[in-house]
Nanobody, 125 residues
Framework: VQLQASGGGLVQTGDSLRLSCAASGDAFRQYAVGWFRQGPGKEREFVGGFGRGNSNTYYADSVKGRFTISRDNAKKTVYLQMNSLTLEGTAVYYC???????????????????WGQGTLVTVSS
C-alpha cells in the first residue's frame, strides 16, 4: 500500500486544520492506520489511530478532545481533524499503515510497515 499525506500548512494557535491520508490498494480497509508527528528536535510520536477492521480509535493524551480521526473507505482516505491547535502542534505529520499491527503496539512507529511522506504543520502565535 502507498500513502500520500496532505493538508499541512501555516496556521495560528487556536486554528483548525484537516490532514488527509490517501491510500492505494484494495485491502486498505483491513489495515490499521496511525497518525504520527515529529516536531523539531523531537522523536516521532503517536497522535492517534485505529486498529484493523474499523475498531476503536485511540488518541494520545496530548490531543484527546481536540483531534479526531475519521475514515472514508470509499475514498481510501483517512483524515486527521485538528482543532484548537497549539504551538506544540508544529511538526511533520505522517500517516502510517500496517496489516499486522496489534492494538498493544498501535502507538509504536516500528509496528507500521507503510508510511506516507509527511506533511508539515506550522503553528504560530
Amino acid at each position: 500500500v502507498q500513502l500520500q499525506a496532505s493538508g499541512g500548512g501555516l496556521v495560528q494557535t487556536g486554528d483548525s486544520l484537516r490532514l488527509s491520508c490517501a491510500a492505494s490498494g484494495d485491502a486498505f480497509r483491513q489495515y490499521a492506520v496511525g497518525w504520527f508527528r515529529q516536531g523539531p528536535g523531537k522523536e516521532r510520536e503517536f497522535v492517534g489511530g485505529f486498529g484493523r477492521g474499523n475498531s476503536n480509535t485511540y488518541y494520545a493524551d496530548s490531543v484527546k478532545g481536540r483531534f479526531t480521526i475519521s475514515r472514508d473507505n470509499a475514498k481510501k482516505t483517512v483524515y486527521l481533524q485538528m482543532n484548537s491547535l497549539t504551538l506544540e502542534g508544529t511538526a511533520v505529520y505522517y500517516c502510517a499503515a500496517s496489516s499486522r499491527v496489534i492494538l498493544s503496539a498501535l502507538t509504536s512507529p516500528s509496528a507500521y510497515a507503510y508510511w506516507g511522506q509527511g506533511t508539515l504543520v506550522t503553528v504560530s502565535s
